[in-house]
């Protein structure tokens, strides 16, 4: 089975939709697939007692999240010499410096990632070769939409998405402000983000 890593921003946005149950259909598996950051157990636990934390809405939503990671493995760090491939690049943070690291060395990992700046800012920093072993290896949040449409039906996931479409910019354009856009549109719109952050992260995006 393939290990899904996915970043602190993504699966914020994935549990204030309510979507959290589609993330084993990316890698059609559980979330024993999946490995995440270690500080996003440990913020997802502050903000589940109550701390106040910018990517969570609620407790509530930081509980949700908690009960799957519950599941989840961490992210292994990758080794020095891979990490110093990606630091000094004002477009890759430290965890997306992690989670990319971590995906060369796990040559049969994906990514699911909500950072659209660190996608484009890779191929400017890694070798034709490093690009290589990371070619289709990437998902971004519109191709898991698409996912989940697919999972669960476009109806259930707006409706899912309809309380907080909001915490990401482009999911709003795609789905409408309240979350009640047709589904030519809605699909459209998906192919458009994905096309333009696949010509940006070439090749990159699964």
């Known amino acids: 089975m393939r290990l899904l890593l996915a970043d602190n921003d993504a699966l914020g946005k994935i549990a204030h939709w309510e979507l959290l149950d589609c993330i084993p259909q990316v890698v059609g598996g559980t979330w024993h697939d999946v490995a995440v950051l270690d500080t996003l157990l440990h913020r997802t636990r502050r903000a589940a007692a109550g701390k106040s934390d ?6 509530a939503i930081a509980a949700r999240l908690l009960a799957h990671l519950d599941m989840a493995q961490m992210v292994s760090l990758p080794p020095p010499e891979i990490r110093a491939l990606l630091t ?3 477009g890759i943070d430290p965890g997306e410096q992690i989670l990319f690291g971590a995906l060369l060395v796990q040559p049969s990992g994906l990514l699911l990632t909500g950072d659209k700046r660190a996608l484009s800012a890779l191929p400017e920093c890694l070798s034709p070769e490093h690009l290589l072993a990371l070619a289709g290896r990437c998902i971004c949040i519109e191709q898991f939409i698409v996912v989940a449409i697919a999972h669960l039906g476009l109806a ?3 409706r899912r998405m309809r309380p907080y ?10 789905m409408g ?6 589904a030519t549109n809605v699909y459209a719109a998906l192919d458009s983000y994905i096309n333009d952050i696949r010509e940006r992260a070439d090749p990159l995006l699964r």
């Open 177 to 182: 402000s309240a979350c009640d856009a047709t």
């Open 54 to 59: 910018k990517l969570f809405a609620s407790p």
């Open 156 to 158: 259930e996931v707006q």
């Open 88 to 90: 000094d690049h004002a």
């Open 165 to 174: 479409v909001g915490r990401d910019t482009a999911a709003r354009i795609i």
